[in-house]
């Protein structure tokens, strides 16, 4: 993985255009908590305003091109906070669901829900049943949100399911991934992580292997376009290597489904 810290106000001002470059953008929502504390309000408040942001996040990087974005929604290590603080934010999330998948179907949207359910209400799987029924036919984009995801968890989920007595290839364990409430294919092209912290917190660790990392100063509900075209204009200057050597980069075609960006050497 290759990091970069971004500090300051951002790039410029939004783009219409599709950027080149990252076909999978994955972001780690990170900031609601201390976005609420530094202006003396309740830690629900700043969630509030981190699905506002995610609302003005998902239509940027629609337009620009972008064709799979996953957002880190709830970790399964995040069961450990508050019981308040979690019935809170699952209520945001049916809420958001609820008001958001027409939004997604007329956009061209595809919605999908990420990570265990066994352990969600009832009545937030149902919402998130049926929002994934109503956005299955969306091209423009995919949609993929993490809910009691842990990337440990999945990898192993995934061998589970692998037949036991054969050597498995890569082939199978990412289809057994897909199966395991991992998602599965395309991998990250541009991770992002908003609020300064500088770790991944077990979010998609088979599909980032060779993820370019951007961690963000930025709290999550303060994150606007101009912060995703940095981003974005920051993943266009890195040289992709793979493994490789500079310029002698031979990309091979993913094992299935979905495609690699194009790696833009640096000036």
Do not use: K
């Amino acid at each position: 993985m290759r990091i970069e810290q971004a500090h300051g106000e951002g790039g410029g001002g939004p783009q219409e255009e599709a950027v080149s470059g990252p076909r999978h953008v994955a972001v780690i929502m990170d900031g609601n908590g201390r976005w609420a504390t530094r202006r003396g309000l309740p830690r629900a408040i700043g969630h509030r305003a981190g699905a506002s942001a995610v609302r003005r996040i998902v239509e940027s990087a629609r337009r620009r091109g972008i064709a799979t974005l996953t957002l880190f929604a709830f970790s399964a290590d995040n069961w450990r906070r508050p019981a308040a603080e979690v019935e809170a934010l699952m209520r945001l999330f049916e809420r958001y669901l609820a008001r958001e998948a027409r939004r997604c179907e007329e956009n061209g949207i595809r919605l999908r829900v990420i990570g265990r359910r066994d352990r969600l209400g009832v009545s937030l799987v149902r919402a998130i049943d049926a929002a994934e029924a109503f956005t299955a036919d969306g091209e423009a984009m995919e949609l993929r949100i993490a809910v009691d995801y842990s990337g440990r968890d999945a990898i192993l989920a995934a061998v589970a399911l692998l037949p036991a007595g054969i050597p498995p290839s890569r082939l199978d364990l990412l289809s057994a991934l897909g199966w395991a409430g991992c998602g599965g294919p395309p991998e990250v092209d541009l991770l992002v992580r908003t609020g300064g912290e500088h770790r991944i917190s077990d979010f998609l660790l088979w599909e980032s292997a060779y993820a370019e990392v951007f961690f963000s100063d930025r709290l999550w509900p303060d994150v606007t376009d101009a912060d995703l075209d940095e981003a974005l204009a920051w993943f266009s200057r890195r040289e992709r290597r793979f493994g490789g050597l500079p310029s002698t980069v031979s990309i091979p075609a993913p094992p299935s489904g979905g495609a690699r960006a194009t790696p833009v050497h640096a000036a």
